[in-house]
């Protein structure tokens, strides 16, 4: 299983040489799983002798995720059961540019139904997670200057457009809460916070059982909370936002004196494998952000508050400081103290969330299997 | 981490090469150290492809001093290269289209046990490798003719990987792979990095450069023409760079005969 889901889609003979296992073995295992259900064998050729090809099922059609990083960009294939069928990971520059991002991740979007061996008609919506606010009403970023030259494109529209799809777009925090809230650490909490300490830094919030994103979508968006009146301009133009001091370009400027050029990854396995330098940073990082995030939640009164993101790969070396910033400055509720917990989903917590929407936006039920579907808008595949 | 090593893993100071009349590279200067992404670019005939091979030993440079780890060494030839801990990729892969992919990985220095080959170890290793390397590449018995582009520049990227070395040379590795190919090289690139080696990247590709590179190096006409942070930069400067609209201080202009007539 594990194997056809790395690969996408691959022949009994290639499984087996990727399992290990004879191709007896593999031909029992996949006619079982066929029999289940669980995958579907098409025929194919390699170098001109017949086989089996090999994918995951696919009954209702697939539903794609695409997450904008600020250095990297994740595509995603995935089913109406929320298993991911595909993904490819690419890295991007800083300050990528939309117009090649957005090509792409519709080029990625058309190779990865290719490499699952789907066609493009099956396809029925598409996900966008993006690191900045979105406006719900109208697709479009919703604070001026967060992401550099993405101002006033509108994402889902240019998307949709290429994929003949409809594509739905939302903050990459609100899209981990909603995946937290689902499938993760938070799936029996009715009211919880996702804190996503990554480049930026962004809240998704949940309240009763549903995303909230505010108005103009810009609820959570504590990486613009001022924590120095008397700090630098962020991007967004205000003055001292909470980004400025743990984004990643404040980290790693802490650190360019004594460890050099680092990248964010560098710092993060530095605090993991015991630098005392990337740990203190990180750890600084982990109060402030704490502090910050126990005046959302004195407002908000969660359950829980989960705490995700590059910088949580570290575990307790962020986790500690947080906990113990959150202990300081929160309200003292001795009925029911809130629970800190680690994502669950890490670094996948954005796609599975993306994928999320997308399913959503499909008229789908919740479980995916009980009602047939197709796509709200047709559009000619191109 | 970089915690700045004292010595670079590779260091080219003051490369010379002429073709004839044609004067390839200029006073050269490279420096490269473990952990770390430095992409060499230019305009075609900027002599990227030369100062390559120059690293990889296929040619000897006219003047100049080569340092491995602070040591004066002479890369005369390919073998040199190889025993320094230099593996190069070069556009063509190099890859025997009719034998599997641990053959290809192994091709010409073959593991032998007793007087056959040690295929099981062979095959062994092969797996292990790709699968360091995140590589897609389903079967390891499989004729390479049979895999996709981006396939074959993984197991090319792989076969460099086994005699562990310190710097590893790309030159061109996107060129001609699709998006989902290019994603999955350039997460190589980053792959390698993260394992400590010192990789350079020789790119036309803006987008792929800064997307991993630590550290920009232009060549324009044989010489070097700025030096930029991968980070920090934007496209603007590099292109202008490459392009001539800026130029190092304190080097004289291109004389006007060497305009567009570097050889490769």
């Given amino acids: 299983m594990e194997a056809v889901r790395r690969y996408g889609g691959l022949t009994q003979v290639e499984l087996a040489e990727a399992t290990g296992l004879s191709t007896a073995t593999v031909s029992t295992i996949v006619k079982e799983l066929t029999g289940a259900g669980v995958v579907e064998t098409h025929p194919a050729s390699r170098s001109g002798r017949r086989a089996q090809m090999v994918t995951l099922a696919r009954r209702l059609g697939v539903v794609g995720a695409v997450q904008f990083g600020r250095r990297h960009l994740t595509v995603a294939l995935g089913d109406p059961t929320r298993e ?10 800083v300050d990528h540019r939309v117009d090649t991002g957005l090509d792409r991740a519709a080029l990625l979007v058309v190779e990865l139904l290719e490499r699952v061996g789907a066609s493009t008609d099956e396809l029925l919506t598409v996900g966008v997670a993006l690191p900045a606010p979105v406006d719900q009403d109208t697709g479009m970023i919703a604070v001026q200057g967060v992401m550099r030259g993405w101002d006033g494109i509108h994402v889902g529209q240019v998307l949709s457009k290429r994929l003949a799809r409809p594509v739905v777009v939302d903050n990459d925090a609100n899209l981990a809460a909603l995946a937290e809230h ?43 909370v001022q924590v120095d009146p008397s700090g630098p301009i ?28 680092l990248t964010l990854r560098d710092l993060v396995q530095g605090a993991v494998d015991g630098d005392p330098g990337c740990r203190r940073v990180v ?100 | 981490m970089n915690a700045a090593p004292s010595q670079p893993a590779l260091a ?16 050269v200067e490279l420096e490269i150290h473990r952990h770390e992404v430095v992409a060499l670019v230019g305009d075609n005939g900027a002599g990227k492809s030369t100062l390559a091979k120059i690293i990889a030993g296929v040619l000897v440079p006219d003047a100049g001093i080569v340092e491995s780890e602070g040591v004066p060494v002479t890369i005369p030839s390919p073998t040199a290269a190889h025993a320094l801990g230099i593996a190069t990729v070069f556009q063509d892969l190099a890859l025997c289209d009719n034998l599997d992919v ?27 490798v790709l699968a360091d390397l995140n590589a897609r590449v389903p079967s390891v018995r499989v004729p390479v003719s049979t895999l996709s582009g981006g396939q074959r520049q993984s197991v090319a990227i792989a076969r460099t990987l086994l005699g562990d070395p310190r710097v590893v040379v790309l030159d061109e590795p996107t060129a001609a792979l699709s998006v989902a190919q290019s994603a999955e090289v350039l997460s190589h690139i980053l792959r390698l990095r993260d394992m ?15 997307a991993v590179a ?8 044989g010489r070097n023409n700025g030096s930029f942070s991968g980070q920090g930069s934007s496209y603007e400067e590099i292109i202008a760079a490459i392009t001539g609209a800026t130029t190092v201080a304190g080097r004289s202009p291109v004389p006007a005969g060497a305009r567009g007539r570097t050889a490769r």
Avoid: W
Wanted: with cysteine; glycine share 12%; proline share 4%.
């Fill in chain 1, 234 to 261: 962020c991007r967004c133009g205000n003055r001292g936002c909470l980004e400025t001091v743990v984004g990643s370009e404040a980290l790693l400027a802490l650190v360019r004196s004594s460890h050099g050029e």
């Fill in chain 1, 182 to 224: 689902e499938l993760g650490a938070t799936r029996t909490h009715r009211d919880s916070i996702f804190v996503r300490a990554s480049h930026g830094t962004g809240a998704g919030i949940v309240l009763g059982g549903r995303l909230h994103r505010g108005y103009a979508g810009t609820a959570g968006e504590i990486g613009h």
């Fill in chain 1, 84 to 93: 991911i069928l595909a993904e490819q990971r690419m890295p991007l520059p």
């Fill in chain 2, 214 to 221: 630590d550290r920009v190096e232009v060549l324009r006409h």
């Fill in chain 1, 283 to 382: 750890a600084d990082a982990g109060d402030r952000i704490g502090s910050v995030v126990a005046a959302l939640a004195t407002t908000l009164n969660p359950q829980a508050i989960v705490v995700g993101g590059e910088l949580a790969e570290t575990g307790d070396v962020l986790l500690g400081p947080f906990r113990e910033s959150l202990r300081r400055h929160l309200v003292p509720n001795t009925i029911a103290p809130v629970e800190v917990l680690a994502s669950e989903l890490g670094p996948r917590a954005e796609i599975l969330g993306a994928l999320a929407l997308a399913l959503s936006a499909t008229d789908m039920a919740a479980d995916g299997l009980t009602v047939a579907s197709s796509p709200s808008i047709e559009g000619d595949p191109t």
């Fill in chain 2, 102 to 128: 641990v053959s290809n990985l192994y091709l010409g220095r073959e593991l032998r046990r007793g007087r056959g080959l040690d295929e099981a170890t062979m095959e062994e290793t092969a797996r292990r």
């Fill in chain 2, 196 to 210: 400590g080696h010192a990789v350079i990247l020789i790119s036309h590709n803006m987008t792929d450069v800064r």
């Fill in chain 2, 12 to 27: 080219l100071h003051g490369i010379d090469k002429s073709f004839g009349a044609v004067q390839a590279l200029t006073g």
